[in-house]
């Protein structure tokens, strides 16, 4: 932990719950460690998210963007993964009964939501997978909902393949996102094909509630709208709300709906991607199946395959154990923001690893807090206007990280916020 910041708030961290969840080296398992990543290409301690994308620059940045994290997998998956890389070869792979086996029993265990086997087809990643939905069951000029601010890759999936974004703005009260479903009906009635749900919520961590679901469902069904579930964040469960799967509310929920599911937030497999889409209905699932054996979208990655099943198969444990280490860093942003973050407030998450701040006040009286906070402080946080309308003023950060790197960006943030050369009359 740096050691140039009021020794107070330094004890103060020591003592917090949050260092109390996140116990070291608890089997084998030590989130404290800090890796360096950029010998493998890290797209965020790149500050890149491909060579096609302007870079984020700055003098030593602290990367707390994009959504992965800086811990190690868990050690079954690293050892069964290091096996296969020894073997040598590398040939096409396949997945088998056991498989599906395995991604059914993790949903029954862990979200008490038990997809009929044969509900199940095998994709890449979530995005191909809400690509080819989207090509599959809608035609160019076809309206698709999200309601924002949201995951930015919606936006250019929906218009990259030529179909009409419409937004509904999720609206702010007493600091958590709420519903505006008289605007989603509106929407929904003026002839959108498809809705395009985040479940749990990105940037938010919002996870819907049954009567939330239930609605939103309703005004689908009025309207004749599919609906694609994107579970991605689901896993990691940061207060006492479950995660509720869109198709386990009711049988029409089901019939219409295309749950995309994937290992590689909750474990950290991002680089060796593996996802599974349910689709109860028979109709929808023989087309959609047909149209990704047509663009050979299900074949498995060899390393991918393997890390989905070993994952989901023994890495519960870990799974709690990272849970823990997670909550700890929330509850130490949550805490330092009030003590040392002035214009800077946090929004509890239900789920996942990443928090969305609101500093709309701050970042008018800077002229864009997520630039100033690159330059004054040497942190890289993603600027919520990518979120899209409602964005605007946010920064969202990343707490994936081992604590003392997270402890790092939030004291420079700090000491940038309250350094005299704020213009402070400037609004
Ligand atoms: C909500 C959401 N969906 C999808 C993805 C990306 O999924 P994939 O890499 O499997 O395409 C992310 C990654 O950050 C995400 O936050």
Known sequence: MATDFPGDYQMACADTPASAAGQRSVGGIDFDQIHDRQQFGSVKWANQWDEFSPRVEGRDLLSLWTADMDFRAPETVIARLREAADHGIYGYT??????????????????????????????????????????????????????????????????????VLLTN??????????????????????????????????????????????????????????????????????????????????????????I??????????????????????????????????????????????????????????????LTGYIAGNVDLVCEFADQYLPGITPMQPDASFLVWLDARELDRRVGGVQKFLVDNAGVNLYDGRVYGPGGEGFIRLNVGCPRALLHRGLERMSKALTSPLIDRNRV
Not at 265 to 276: D, E, R
Request: net charge neutral.
């Open 260 to 321: 995309c599911t994937a290992p590689t937030k909750t474990f950290n497999l991002a680089g060796v991607p593996s996802a599974t889409i349910s689709v109860a209905n028979k109709k929808c699932r023989d087309k959609l199946l047909a149209a990704m054996q047509a663009t050979f979208m299900v074949n498995a990655n060899f390393f991918g395959r393997l890390a989905l099943e070993v994952a989901y198969d023994t890495g519960a444990p870990w799974l709690d154990q």
């Open 169 to 258: 703005r999720l609206t702010l009260q007493d600091n958590r996102y709420e519903l505006d479903l008289e605007d989603f009906e509106k929407l929904a009635a003026s002839g959108a094909k498809v809705f395009l749900l985040c479940n749990p919520h990105n940037p938010a961590g919002k996870a819907w509630t049954l009567q939330e679901l239930t609605a939103l469902n309703d005004i689908c069904e009025r309207h004749g709208v599919l609906v694609i579930s994107d579970d991605i964040h689901c896993d990691i469960r940061l207060s006492d709300r479950p995660h509720i799967v869109f198709s386990s509310i009711s049988d029409d929920a089901a019939e219409k709906s295309f």
């Open 94 to 163: 396949r997945r088998d009964a056991r498989h599906y086996e395995i991604v059914q029993s993790w949903f029954t265990r862990r979200h008490n939501w038990s997809p009929a086997l044969g509900t199940l087809l095998p994709a890449p990643a979530i995005m191909p997978s809400v690509a080819a939905i989207l090509r599959t069951f809608t035609k160019p000029g076809d309206g698709v909902i999200v309601q924002s601010p949201v995951y930015s890759p919606y936006f250019e999936v929906i218009q990259g393949n030529g179909r």
